[in-house]
């Protein structure tokens, strides 16, 4: 049974840092793309980054690129986003996600797996 597990939310100043955290498990996921999503009050989801797990290589919405950073850790079976010169636009819950489909994508529809969601705030 597949488990995906968020950590290290919460409430920051706008400018400041979080790192998220993602751990994966029930089965191993080579070949899986691992992302994450974000739902903010009033919205509905949307993509923010992914990484393969095999390779590492990476995809990014343009609201994100050049302040979050996506990574894995293989032997801890864990995901990370590391959120810097954090806005109060990205104040919402985030979700990690893994998609069978090794592909590096935005779309939600293509992810078999979700976690439960961690929230940040950003105050201004």
């Known amino acids: ?22 751990a994966a498990s029930g089965r191993t996921f080579s070949g899986y793309c691992m992302g994450w999503f974000r739902q ?5 989801r949307e993509f923010v980054a992914v990484v393969n797990w095999s390779i590492g290589s990476t995809y990014y919405a343009d609201s994100v690129k050049g302040r979050f950073t996506i990574s894995r850790d293989n ?5 990370y986003l590391q959120m810097n010169n954090l806005k109060p636009e990205d104040t919402a ?8 489909s ?3 994508s935005g779309k939600a529809e293509l992810y078999n797996y979700w ?3 961690a929230q940040v705030t950003v105050s201004s």
């Open 1 to 22: 049974q597949v488990q995906l597990v968020e950590s290290g939310g919460g409430l920051v100043q706008a400018g400041g840092s979080l790192r998220l955290s993602c």
């Open 75 to 79: 032997a801890k079976n864990t995901v």
């Open 40 to 44: 903010a009050p009033g919205k509905e």
């Open 115 to 117: 976690g439960q969601g």
């Open 102 to 104: 090794g592909i590096l």
């Open 93 to 100: 819950v985030y979700y990690c996600a893994a998609s069978r």
